[in-house]
């Protein structure tokens, strides 16, 4: 029998995907993949079912649909604060998840580095696996008594030094909820310039951010935008994660490259969608502060009840997740542990090995894109969560071995 690829056995199926499956198998509240169970903006839900009938319905132009992508220039450039021409910088994707992949193979060749921060993505690593090259993975450390993760920049400057290709960036960072500060991000930027090196960036989070934090688009230091392809999606801005509404933005010379890539991964995004979209596009200021308020409710009233279950965390700075540490359980896996939650405590996480190359399972993640009565029903579950293992969970986990992901 013929074998599948190395690049296929190269890297697992997605943890994250498949805790979505093992809620739906127990019939727990899912807060392991990051979607949210409220309704999109009403504006967006009319437009689109304007679009239903009246269309378009055949092919869009390839990266994508010209009034589209006028509507999101506009928009980026109003947020960004640098000029993004529709014509030359924007290819709209099948969601940041191809606009990612296309942009790894655009950058970088079989046999190149790429360096990830980790905890990381799972995407990321499969993204550099799929394009051939290899995965530098810098640590993301918490400081003695800080929820703030941060990079050694010595370990970042080796990294860049055994001859990184591009760099990839999630800011605000899945999962730690990491707002790189600005200062952080000159460092990444003075090593890219030194090394002409490729930064992409993840910024699908661009708007959930928590004061006092604030997000500085990589693109807009001085010098960077000609070596940054920004990756972004309208998924998590305006809670339409099925839609697969991802994009591109990059100088003209990258982005030509970029559009033979997508062309050959997926040909174009829906276009009844790019047009109905082109309403949330058009939201003013008010929208984005509104948004921003909703999640920073979400992520007090959901810590409020991680408070009251002494469950240990990370407080996020931005994006809608938080890192749960449970070591002081006593598991023996936290894939084993998540999948016992979700059976036994009614509630689904992500095993936070998932977010690491190598092994590390002091962490889970939760999100909170919920409605208000989906969190405060979790969160009644998790008030009894150390009882229930102190109660069962312990005895009927230490009869099994350790779990890889």
């Given at each position: 029998?013929?074998?599948?690829?190395r690049k296929?056995?190269?890297?697992?199926?997605?943890?994250?995907?498949?805790?979505?499956?093992?809620?739906?198998?127990?019939?727990?509240?899912?807060?392991?993949?990051?979607?949210?169970?409220?309704?999109?903006?009403?504006?967006?839900?009319?437009?689109?079912?304007?679009?239903?009938?009246?269309?378009?319905?055949?092919?869009?132009?390839?990266?994508?649909a010209?009034?589209?992508?006028?509507?999101?220039a506009?928009k980026?450039?109003?947020?960004?604060?640098?000029?993004?021409?529709?014509?030359?910088?924007?290819?709209v994707?099948?969601?940041?998840?191809?606009?990612?992949?296309?942009?790894?193979?655009?950058?970088?060749?079989?046999?190149d580095?790429?360096?990830?921060?980790?905890?990381f993505?799972?995407?990321?690593?499969?993204?550099?696996?799929?394009?051939?090259?290899?995965?530098?993975?810098?640590?993301?450390?918490?400081?003695?008594g800080?929820?703030?993760?941060?990079?050694d920049?010595?370990?970042?400057?080796?990294?860049?030094?055994?001859?990184?290709?591009?760099?990839?960036?999630?800011?605000?960072?899945?999962?730690?909820g990491?707002?790189f500060?600005?200062?952080?991000?000159?460092?990444?930027?003075?090593?890219?310039?030194?090394?002409?090196?490729?930064?992409?960036?993840?910024?699908?989070?661009?708007?959930?951010?928590?004061?006092p934090?604030?997000?500085?688009?990589?693109?807009?230091?001085?010098?960077?935008?000609?070596?940054?392809?920004?990756?972004?999606?309208l998924s998590?801005?305006y809670?339409?994660?099925?839609?697969?509404?991802?994009?591109?933005?990059?100088?003209?010379h990258?982005?030509?490259?970029?559009?033979?890539?997508?062309?050959?991964?997926?040909v174009g995004a829906?276009?009844?969608?790019?047009?109905?979209?082109?309403?949330?596009?058009?939201?003013?200021?008010?929208?984005?502060?509104?948004?921003?308020?909703?999640?920073?409710?979400?992520?007090?009233?959901?810590?409020?009840y991680?408070?009251?279950?002494?469950?240990?965390?990370v407080?996020?700075e931005g994006?809608?997740?938080?890192?749960?540490?449970?070591?002081?359980?006593?598991?023996?896996?936290?894939?084993?542990?998540?999948?016992?939650?979700?059976?036994?405590?009614?509630v689904?996480?992500v095993?936070?090995?998932?977010?690491?190359k190598?092994?590390?399972?002091?962490?889970?993640?939760?999100?909170?894109?919920?409605?208000?009565?989906?969190?405060?029903?979790?969160?009644?579950?998790l008030?009894?969560?150390?009882a229930?293992?102190?109660r069962?969970?312990?005895?009927?986990?230490?009869?099994g071995?350790?779990h890889?992901?």
């Amino acid at each position: 029998m013929p074998e599948i690829s190395r690049k296929s056995r190269s890297f697992g199926e997605s943890v994250i995907r498949r805790m979505t499956r093992v809620a739906i198998q127990h019939g727990a509240i899912n807060l392991s993949q990051g979607y949210p169970d409220f309704d999109p903006p009403r504006a967006l839900l009319e437009a689109a079912a304007r679009t239903a009938i009246d269309g378009p319905h055949q092919y869009a132009v390839t990266w994508g649909a010209q009034n589209f992508r006028e509507a999101l220039a506009a928009k980026q450039s109003h947020f960004m604060g640098i000029p993004i021409d529709a014509a030359d910088h924007i290819t709209v994707t099948c969601g940041a998840t191809e606009a990612m992949m296309a942009a790894v193979m655009t950058a970088v060749d079989p046999g190149d580095k790429v360096i990830v921060f980790s905890p990381f993505y799972e995407n990321y690593l499969a993204d550099a696996l799929l394009a051939g090259a290899e995965p530098l993975c810098v640590p993301l450390r918490r400081e003695a008594g800080s929820d703030d993760f941060t990079f050694d920049p010595d370990e970042l400057r080796a990294a860049f030094e055994a001859g990184a290709k591009a760099l990839i960036l999630c800011n605000p960072a899945n999962p730690t909820g990491k707002v790189f500060s600005r200062s952080e991000l000159e460092t990444i930027a003075a090593l890219a310039e030194r090394h002409d090196a490729f930064v992409i960036t993840d910024e699908v989070y661009e708007h959930i951010i928590y004061a006092p934090y604030k997000h500085t688009y990589f693109a807009a230091l001085p010098g960077m935008f000609e070596r940054t392809i920004s990756c972004g999606s309208l998924s998590k801005t305006y809670s339409i994660t099925g839609w697969r509404l991802g994009y591109t933005i990059a100088p003209a010379h990258i982005t030509a490259g970029i559009r033979k890539v997508h062309d050959f991964l997926t040909v174009g995004a829906a276009a009844p969608l790019q047009e109905a979209a082109i309403t949330a596009l058009g939201f003013g200021d008010e929208y984005y502060r509104e948004l921003g308020d909703l999640y920073a409710s979400k992520r007090e009233l959901f810590l409020s009840y991680l408070d009251k279950a002494k469950l240990s965390y990370v407080k996020p700075e931005g994006a809608y997740y938080v890192l749960v540490n449970i070591e002081e359980f006593g598991a023996k896996s936290d894939t084993a542990f998540c999948e016992w939650m979700a059976a036994h405590g009614g509630v689904a996480a992500v095993p936070g090995s998932s977010f690491y190359k190598d092994f590390e399972d002091r962490y889970i993640r939760f999100h909170f894109a919920k409605k208000d009565e989906t969190l405060r029903a979790a969160g009644e579950k998790l008030l009894g969560l150390k009882a229930l293992w102190a109660r069962h969970g312990m005895a009927r986990h230490d009869q099994g071995g350790r779990h890889g992901r």
